[in-house]
């Protein structure tokens, strides 16, 4: 009888690996968020939880089969507890948690080893302020302390991610304040990059497909950019030169009346931006995600006035045209989840691709 993981490791050696998605939902009146694995059959299926795993202001990496879920808060405090799905069989397990207990940290995977920055409040001058996790001896070990002259930058941006991926061996984050910013762990390393929004309306998440950063625009338009806008190196302009991905206007207007919200730790605080947290939750909202050379995006439609509350996913095929444009096209677009209408405001945390 060959397990599970031995026949995943048997299609690994043949080259035979696909992406699985997964996405983390929370739905009122439950505040604990359920993670679900986006099946072949286009249907979300649930996958059993752990107990008293933190959810909230937790950061997720995908690395080789698992999924790792670092950090976040229970009951309002900062937790070093960490947890790792194997997608190879859907189940949980313990991770050694971290020296320091952290929320809305920045993470990202580089040369196999997990790097967490920042989300440890106000130790930013201290060797608290990032670790590193090594999956083959299952051990973390503490960061270099920052110079003082990167302490400010430091304060500003590495405590208040919104969405974190990894290029050319750097870890990049766009903060609160449409900051980018970025750390390099070969160099010990920490800029900042150019602002990623200027004020021409709210832009919901990020991805990286090969060199071309992505996102959603509220209007429901989905954006693209070079990636190495994300530097200020050799650009004279403060802002990224974002351009609409163009043959997707039959989405636009699905959407743009989504109200899925999707987690972006401190959007809209009072204290950073002026708006209250109540004012996310009437943004339209949408969760974008890398899938292999595509996109995957979920949103939900109200169908009927209150009868039913469908959630929605959809694969774009991005491919480069003429006169610098990307073209999109709609490989499918399927209900893969209802739930009840009167539970409109529930959540979309995490979604991410795992390759299995």
């Given at each position: 009888m060959v397990s599970s993981s031995e026949l995943y490791d048997l299609r690994t050696s043949m080259g035979l690996r696909e992406n699985m998605l997964y996405i983390c939902l929370r739905t009122p009146p439950d505040p604990t968020p359920r993670w679900f694995v986006h099946t072949s059959t286009?249907?979300?299926?649930?996958?059993?939880?752990?107990l008293?795993?933190?959810?909230?202001?937790?950061?997720?990496?995908?690395?080789?089969?698992?999924?790792?879920?670092?950090g976040g808060?229970?009951?309002?405090?900062?937790?070093?507890?960490?947890?790792?799905?194997?997608?190879?069989?859907?189940?949980?397990?313990?991770?050694?948690?971290?020296?320091?207990?952290?929320?809305?940290?920045?993470?990202?995977?580089?040369?196999?080893?997990?790097?967490?920055?920042?989300?440890?409040?106000?130790?930013?001058?201290?060797?608290?302020?990032?670790?590193?996790f090594d999956p083959k001896t299952q051990t973390w070990e503490a960061l270099?302390?920052?110079?003082?002259?990167?302490?400010?930058?430091?304060?500003?941006?590495?405590?208040?991610?919104?969405?974190?991926m990894v290029m050319d061996g750097k870890i990049y984050a766009a903060t609160n304040l449409w900051e980018t910013?970025?750390?390099?762990?070969?160099?010990?390393k920490r800029e900042q990059g150019r602002r990623w929004d200027t004020g021409g309306g709210v832009r919901r998440g990020w991805c990286l497909v090969g060199k071309v950063l992505y996102s959603c625009h509220v209007s429901g338009t989905i954006l693209w950019s070079e990636a190495k806008e994300l530097e200020k190196e050799g650009i004279s302009e403060p802002s990224i030169n974002w351009k609409e991905v163009k043959g997707l206007e039959s989405l636009q207007n699905q959407l743009?009346?989504?109200r899925m919200v999707h987690h972006e730790p401190g959007l809209f605080d009072s204290s950073t931006v002026g708006f209250s947290n109540e004012f996310e939750h009437r943004l339209p909202g949408f969760k974008l995600c890398?899938?292999?050379?595509?996109?995957?995006?979920?949103?939900?439609?109200?169908?009927?006035?209150?009868?039913?509350?469908?959630?929605?996913?959809?694969?774009?095929?991005?491919?480069?045209?003429?006169?610098?444009?990307?073209?999109?096209t709609i490989l499918c677009s399927n209900v893969v989840m209802m739930i009840d209408p009167l539970l409109y405001r529930f959540k979309a945390l995490h979604s991410l691709s795992v390759k299995v």
């Open positions: 286009t249907r979300l299926v649930q996958i059993p939880l752990l008293y795993m933190p959810w909230q202001k937790s950061s997720v990496v995908s690395l080789n089969h698992g999924i790792y879920v670092i808060t229970v009951n309002g405090k900062a937790t070093s507890g960490v947890f790792l799905l194997d997608c190879r069989t859907n189940k949980w397990s313990h991770v050694p948690s971290m020296r320091v207990a952290r929320a809305s940290a920045i993470t990202g995977v580089v040369n196999g080893k997990i790097y967490v920055v920042g989300g440890c409040q106000h130790k930013y001058s201290s060797e608290d302020w990032g670790e590193v270099m302390p920052p110079p003082e002259e990167d302490i400010n930058l430091i304060g500003a941006g590495f405590g208040s991610n919104r969405d974190c910013i970025y750390y390099s762990p070969s160099n010990d743009s009346s989504s890398k899938f292999g050379s595509n996109v995957v995006v979920y949103w939900d439609v109200l169908v009927g006035g209150l009868e039913s509350l469908e959630i929605w996913c959809a694969e774009i095929c991005l491919e480069g045209g003429d006169d610098e444009e990307i073209w999109g």
